[in-house]
């Protein structure tokens, strides 16, 4: 059976980054900046002439390693819900609208309303990262005993 390693996101500013997951996620810098490149990463990514630099976060069972080009990157980022093969980060939040409040104080992150989700119990928001990724906060409902 396979199971998830990490989530590798390409970004434009490894540093801001960095402190979004951080600073507005909560995540733990697990391993910070580190290089590569060479000729095994060209055939592993089939991307000749690439260095990178990247960090390793994680949060929960999740890693995630962001990614910056440093050399023969795309700096276009075409991100959001509606294109195929873009992805969307959700974090679970004990209280959706406490950490809209939160958020709310930060214009640059442009953070959604919060909305009751079709599934009793569940509330949402959406913020954008520092390249326009949507990172989803997600309450769900408690459980008794926990």
């Known amino acids: 059976m396979a199971s998830l390693n990490h989530v590798g996101l390409t970004v434009t500013d490894l540093e801001a980054s960095v402190a979004f997951y951080v600073d507005v996620v909560g995540m733990e810098l ?25 960090a390793l976060l994680s949060a929960g069972d999740l890693s995630l390693q962001l990614v910056q080009y440093h050399e023969a990157g795309n700096p276009e980022a075409l991100t959001g819900h509606n294109r195929v093969g ?50 989803e906060f997600l309450e769900s409902p408690k459980r008794d005993g926990t």
């Not at 590569?36 to 990247?54: K, P, V, Y």
């Not at 950490?99 to 959406?126: C, D, N």
Request: glycine content about 10%; cysteine-free; aromatic content about 10%.
């Open 86 to 135: 873009n992805l969307h980060l959700s974090f679970d939040v004990e209280d959706a609208q406490a950490k809209h409040a939160q958020l709310g104080r930060r214009p640059e992150y442009s953070a959604t309303a919060v909305v009751e989700l079709p599934v009793e119990g569940y509330k949402s928001f959406y913020v954008r990262d520092p390249d326009g990724v949507p990172v």
């Open 30 to 54: 697990v391993l910070p900046g580190f290089r590569a490149g060479g000729q095994w990463f060209d055939t592993l990514t089939e991307n000749s002439g690439a260095l990178i630099e990247a």
